[in-house]
């Protein structure tokens, strides 16, 4: 089902444009609200609006609200909160739909809005397909409507203090950086109530700072912090904190593949790990595969995306998923990526283990993998471009069985995304090489972050 507004992550664009202002968020509430109405199992009347520190973020929330009470649905506001968190209450407390207002990693003047349905789990996208057919054509005042306040943080932060004993971080040092963004209360006051004595970075939102030089897409700072205060670990989000990335005790950054992998061989290990099954995407290295089956599990692989994931793991049974950008959803608790109990749970490895992060990372043993992004000016699809079709079936001709191309656009960027693994770092480099070329000569790019 096509698609206009939605992307892999809900709707995203530059905040002020007809891509993402006041009036879209009108629309979609309306939309999302008649949507609604027409399930089968449609009860409650609720719906869980959270947003980040975005300075957009208020209006947006208004607009989104008056849509929503337009069409009869009563729009509630946790404030700002980690996007896990609305995932999690509209779950547990009935809630007809959760909403959040972000744009995730993406810099301050971008925003978004994406939706869970009332069992927490992110819209499908045959759902927002039916949400763009049911958006009226234009807005009609009024276009703010300020919803009722209900204290979203405090009851968040109660769920995820279940994860570790009460104490248990006393005498630990820990580094935090929360992208100036959705986090930067959630996490620090969690791990106080474990005792923890924190190092803190990315705590001081304006609502033009989220995710500017900091977070989880830009842990240097947080690496040297690690370091200077003889932490533990370091832990980072993005500006909506449902990522998590991590840094050992000697400053150096895990990946979602590395957590991901430490997580699933402690559950194979203990018997917790539910039907076996990890659930990653095509992005995450062969090299947990190869670790996953050597520990007795399996690995099922699905299109890139946190939605994606916890599809596969709804149709799996599986309790356990996530992506290499640091994703990771432990459905036991929170049914999205969720980055502050992903960091809770690897530190429950930790404890039961008494291993240091640098001694477990060591448990994922990589496949040569190199990556390339090229910013482009027109998603132009694959299949019309021979050159590079032919690029990509001569360098998986080449790898066989003992590597793998991944070429994609980016779901909420303008870039191509280029990815090939195989037995040899040079290998993989001199078919990289071929493939950006090929791309080069056929679309008008540029390198990109």
Known sequence: MSR???????????????????????????????????TPDFRFTRVFIGRDTRGSGPALEAALAAGLAAEGLVPVSLGVVPTAAVSLLTRREGAALGAVITASHNPAADNGIKFFGPNGVKLT?????????????????PLAV????????ARYIDAAATVLPVGSLRGWK???????????????????????EL?????????????????????????????????????????????CVLCDETGAVLDGDEVLT???????????????????????????????????????????????????????????????SGHVICAEISPTGDGLVTALKVIEVMLATGRPLSVLRRQLRRVPQRTAALAVREKIPLENLPGLSAAIAAVEAALG????????????????????????????????????AAARAELAVSEAP
């Open 4 to 38: 206009h507004y939605f992307g892999t992550d809900g709707v995203r664009g530059q905040y002020g444009t007809p891509q993402m202002d006041e009036a879209l968020a009108w629309r979609l509430g309306a939309g999302v609200a008649s949507y609604v109405k027409l």
């Open 262 to 324: 430490i997580l699933a061989l402690q559950a194979l290990a203990q018997g917790r790990l539910a039907h076996h099954t990890l659930v990653v995407t095509r992005q995450s290295n062969l090299g947990v595969d190869v670790a996953v089956r050597a520990a007795g599990g399996r690995v099922c692989r699905t299109a890139i995306g946190d939605r994606y994931v916890m599809e596969r793991m709804l149709a799996e049974g599986a309790t356990l998923g996530g992506e290499s």
């Open 174 to 196: 820990i580094a935090v950086d929360a992208a100036n963004g959705a986090g930067f209360r959630a996490t620090p006051g969690t791990l106080q109530r474990f005792g923890a």
């Open 146 to 153: 300020k919803p009722p306040v209900a204290e979203g943080l």
């Open 125 to 141: 996208d045959q759902d927002e397909g039916r949400i763009e057919r049911l958006m009226p054509a234009a807005s009609r005042p």
């Open 401 to 436: 069985a003992e590597g793998r191309v991944l070429v994609r656009y980016s779901g909420t960027e303008s870039k191509l995304r280029l990815l090939v693994e195989g037995p040899t770092d040079r290998e993989v480099e001199r078919h990289l090489a071929r493939l950006e």
């Open 199 to 243: 190092t803190l970075l990315g705590v001081d939102p304006d609502g033009a700072n989220i995710n500017e030089g900091c977070g989880s897409q830009h842990p240097e700072a947080l690496s040297a912090a690690v370091v200077a205060a003889g932490a533990r670990l370091g832990i980072a989000h993005d500006g909506d904190a449902d990522r």
